[in-house]
């Protein structure tokens, strides 16, 4: 939260050679790096979580919005957050507040954690399906991360006019945001500002994330761009968590990580993922970050958290998952931030331009149905490891006979803990 700065001689010796003026600007200098001086930044924290719906997995109820409102609209008159937008995406709930505290900060996340229960409440009152599902624990510790929400937050210090762009999808996964996060930020037939506009073209650092091993990785595009991909093509594991842009560290995207059924150990809802993408003046434009969703590309999710589907971006009107539950539905929220107001929202895929691409995600949808209960629309086992097929198969286990004279498949020659 600090200013950062370094002297390379002693404040000492460079005093002796200047006068009162200079050595009282070395002093404000010398109390900034000493973190007296905090740069005044906002922080903006995206938290999300399925706490019961409608008809099914289907859309949140407007009641639990009123709730979850409620409890925000508190802390707002209490002056903990500074402003907040409360909305949904099919079955999720998700949480959109501003203030000064930091990421991470314990009391956003409890007001978070206390907003869903009070929505969880009114959830159960009425009745509406799996109230509370995402609330893996009774009790909040501190942070929401490993209790079921997900959790996008950056910290910044604000441009004079400061766009954001925060999309919220339903039955996917995080590593649903790689394809898209990596074409904003580093594939020039996407963004044209990495060709053409100085203040983008040194490039971007990634941090991919290791959901099964809890570890990241910092690696930089345009050199590393190769290596990126290989881990990020298997989105299951590897997840864009944050872009920062490289030559000055500031951070551009932030992605949740919370992988719920990995947490839990079981199958309880896909872990419908947030993000937040900064934009215009030395970030992409708007338009570029909305460019690579024109393409609704596979992925997991859907029915029973399952099975490949395109990802549709929608309207917010059209936010809910109906056809085989699903598809995977995408909504973005254009916001201005002004000293930590939200000035908005827009709706991003509210737009005729985005027509071709709904179309062309029915034509997959349809395709990839046809496959009935065959992969690749099935996922794959290691992706259903987590659903309730293991619970099935068990039950053939003992019921394999050895083939005599069989071949057993070899070990590969190569293997790593890498995949
Ligand atoms: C996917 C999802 C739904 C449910 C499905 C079965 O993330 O939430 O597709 O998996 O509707 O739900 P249950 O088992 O609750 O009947
Ligand atoms: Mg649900
Ligand atoms: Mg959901």
């Not at 950062?4 to 460079?14: A, F, G, I, M, N």
């Not at 289907?58 to 609209?73: Q, Y």
């Not at 910290?155 to 394809?179: C, V, W």
Request: net charge negative; hydrophobic share 40%.
């Amino acid at each position: 939260m600090s200013a950062v700065c370094t002297l390379k001689e002693p404040v000492s010796t460079l005093v002796k050679s200047l006068n009162l003026k200079v050595l009282e600007s070395l002093i404000t200098l010398s109390a900034m790096c000493k973190g007296v001086y905090m740069a005044e930044k906002t922080t903006v924290s995206v938290i999300k979580a399925d706490i019961g719906s409608l008809a099914g997995h289907h859309i949140v109820h407007p009641d639990t919005i009123a709730a979850a409102t409620k409890v925000l609209a508190e802390a707002k008159s209490k002056g903990l957050i500074i402003d907040f937008y409360v909305t949904n995406v099919g079955d999720d709930l998700e949480l959109i507040m501003t203030h000064k505290k930091g990421v991470d900060a314990p009391e956003i996340h409890e007001l978070a954690w206390n907003a869903f229960k009070e929505a969880a409440a009114v959830a159960k009152e009425l009745g509406l399906y799996a109230a509370g599902q995402d609330l893996l624990s009774e009790a909040f510790s501190g942070n929401v991360r490993g209790l079921g929400p997900g959790v996008a937050e950056m910290e910044f210090t604000e441009r004079p006019s400061e766009p954001i762009a925060i999309f919220m999808a339903d039955k996917t996964e995080p590593g649903a945001f790689n394809l898209p996060i990596f074409r904003i930020f580093a594939d020039p037939f996407n963004t044209a500002g990495l060709v053409i506009d100085p203040k983008l073209h040194d490039g971007f650092k990634f941090e991919v994330y290791d959901v099964f091993e809890g570890r990241s990785v910092i690696l930089s595009a345009p050199e590393e761009m190769y290596d990126i991909l290989a881990l990020i093509g298997t989105p299951g594991r590897y997840i864009i968590r944050r872009v920062f842009r490289k030559k000055d560290d500031e951070i551009a995207a932030v992605v949740s990580v919370e992988r719920l059924n990995l947490m839990a150990g079981r199958y309880v809802g896909k872990d419908d993922p947030v993000a937040i993408v900064r934009a215009q003046s030395g970030f992409p434009a708007l338009g570029e970050i909305l460019e690579p969703f024109s393409f609704p590309h596979l992925v997991a999710g859907w029915m029973r958290g399952s099975h490949h589907g395109p990802l549709m971006p929608v309207p917010q009107r059209y936010a809910k998952c109906t056809r085989f539950d699903g598809p995977p539905r995408l909504i973005g929220l254009g916001f201005q931030v002004k000293n930590g107001r939200l000035i908005g929202p827009a709706d991003l895929f509210d737009d005729p331009a985005f027509d071709e691409t709904r179309r062309l995600a029915q034509l997959i949808a349809d395709y990839m149905r046809r496959h009935g209960p065959f992969m690749p629309h099935r996922l794959g086992p290691e992706e259903m490891e987590y659903t309730t097929l293991p619970s099935v198969l068990n039950k053939l286990k003992d019921r394999f006979t050895e083939v005599k004279g069989a071949i057993k498949a070899k070990e590969p020659k190569e293997k790593t803990e890498m995949l």
